[in-house]
């Protein structure tokens, strides 16, 4: 099965990648997102984690997306609590983790949304004796989609998350997801208060006709709006972009779009 990641298209966008860090740091990039695979070689991963803190970047954890929820959860959290306890015994850094709602192919929509708070209260559960932070992303369904995405609204990610009371549990506001089903119709373009209050994550990336994950600029996002919505609500957490060299034309110049996303974020703060 290919690996959909697509790793042969991220060797072609980021050929070297102690150069594409050094470019990081050049344009103002702070904060690196590490998005943890089914299978981890965890000193790997250790020694990576400290070289990019060693840098002066901030690192944040994308938790695994395609848990088999719930036979192989158990793995899962073993290698989120090691790397968590890594981070704060190591390094003294309480670990932050982007979480996705569950999705399926054939069960209905409430029973998936019953498994995606079990599996939530599961994580905070596992994770409850080791400090670390998680912020649930909305996610999006497309219109041709043969799954089920929960969580692809404001309104039932704050419904996953009242079943929580759970200071360490917040929101990641992802701006592609959440504009692309805008874009279909079926939400508003600005998220409620009650959910820009729990934000303590953002992904930023653009979307157009449905395809999301592209370079700031190539679609309909309101970047300088979604910004201003922010700050309107004292947001101080990351604006992490999400960009993926798969779904542009040139990949070969990933870190040109890169630097012109960064651009128009530090534009839209003003």
């Known amino acids: 099965m290919p690996d959909p990641n697509k790793p042969e298209i991220w060797r072609v966008a980021i050929p070297d990648i102690d150069a594409a860090l050094a470019r990081f740091k050049q344009i103002g990039i702070g904060s690196i997102e590490l998005k943890l695979t089914e299978h981890v070689d965890l000193p790997q991963l250790f020694e990576a984690i400290g070289k990019l803190i060693g840098s002066g970047f901030q690192v944040t954890f994308h938790a695994p997306g395609r848990f088999r929820f719930p036979e192989d959860l158990s793995p899962q959290l073993e290698n989120m609590a090691a790397i968590s306890k890594f981070m704060n015994e190591e390094l003294h850094i309480t670990p932050l983790w982007i979480i996705h709602p569950l999705n399926s192919k054939s069960q209905p929509r409430p029973e998936i949304f019953a498994q995606t708070v079990d599996y939530v209260g599961q994580m905070l559960n596992f994770m409850a004796?080791?400090?670390?932070?998680?912020?649930?992303?909305?996610?999006?369904?497309?219109?041709?989609?043969?799954?089920?995405?929960?969580?692809?609204?404001?309104?039932?990610?704050?419904?996953?998350?009242?079943?929580?009371?759970?200071?360490?549990?917040g929101i990641c506001w992802d701006f592609g997801h959440a504009n692309a089903m805008h874009q279909r119709g079926l939400q508003a373009q600005f998220p409620p208060p009650e959910f820009l209050k729990k934000a303590i994550h953002c992904h930023v990336h653009d979307c157009r006709d449905e395809k999301t994950h592209l370079p700031l600029g190539m679609g309909a996002v309101p970047i300088e709006q979604n910004i201003r919505q922010l700050k309107q609500y004292h947001y101080n957490g990351i604006l992490n972009l999400e960009l993926l060299p798969h779904r542009i034309a040139d990949p070969e110049r990933f870190l040109d779009h890169v630097e012109k996303s960064v651009k128009i974020i530090r534009n839209s703060i003003g």
């Not at 089920?148 to 929580?164: K, P, R, V």
Request: aromatic letters at 8%.
């Open 129 to 169: 004796e080791i400090p670390a932070n998680f912020a649930l992303e909305i996610l999006r369904n497309r219109s041709d989609g043969d799954k089920i995405h929960i969580g692809d609204s404001y309104q039932e990610i704050l419904d996953i998350l009242s079943n929580f009371d759970d200071n360490n549990l």
